[in-house]
């Protein structure tokens, strides 16, 4: 199946948390491709995949990175698709410097960003599924299925 979705980000080290965007997109079944790319140590390379990416069907780029979080906004510079940022929580200040890099973008390049760590890994997914589901009856049917499951479970989990 050719890949919907492109999930990319700056460091091997970032999969501990973006494993959770892949897990809910696996879910939904959607087509998707993982790749590490760094807007610092492999810009060219990191230029190259996402200007190819509309060609090749691709319909939303979720970019995570951590510290200097530059990836979302360097892709967001090379596509017209929409671009959807993860701030990786760093070591050195806990993901508030991800989070600046990634939000803070000058106007005309917008990048949708999402919350910290694994909250925004798993919202990324959610919101790539939202986007691709404005065309797509079954994928709107299973997200209105998750949330009604994830409601009935909240409710089922009371205090004693
Ligand atoms: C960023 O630097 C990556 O996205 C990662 O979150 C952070 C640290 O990278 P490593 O030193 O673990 O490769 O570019």
Not at 43 to 61: D, F, L, N, S
Request: with cysteine; glycine share 10%.
């Amino acid at each position: 199946m050719k890949p919907l979705v492109a999930v990319l980000m700056g460091s091997k080290s970032d999969w501990e948390t973006m494993r959770h965007t892949d897990e809910i997109l696996t879910q939904f079944g959607v087509a998707h491709e993982c790749r590490v790319l760094s807007a610092h140590r492999t810009p060219k390379q990191t230029a190259e995949y996402v200007g190819g990416c509309e060609a090749r069907g691709i319909q939303v780029v979720i970019a995570a990175a951590g510290g200097a979080a530059h990836l979302a906004g360097v892709a967001a510079a090379h596509t017209t698709l929409p671009v959807l940022g993860v701030p990786i929580e760093s070591k050195a200040l806990k993901g508030l410097d991800s989070l600046l890099a990634t939000v803070q973008m000058p106007g005309g390049i917008p990048v949708g960003t999402l919350a910290i760590g694994s909250a925004g890994a798993k919202n990324a997914a959610l919101l790539a599924i939202a986007i691709l589901a404005g065309s797509r009856g079954a994928l709107r049917k299973k997200l209105k299925q998750f949330r009604a499951d994830q409601a009935a479970q909240v409710l089922a989990d009371q205090l004693p």
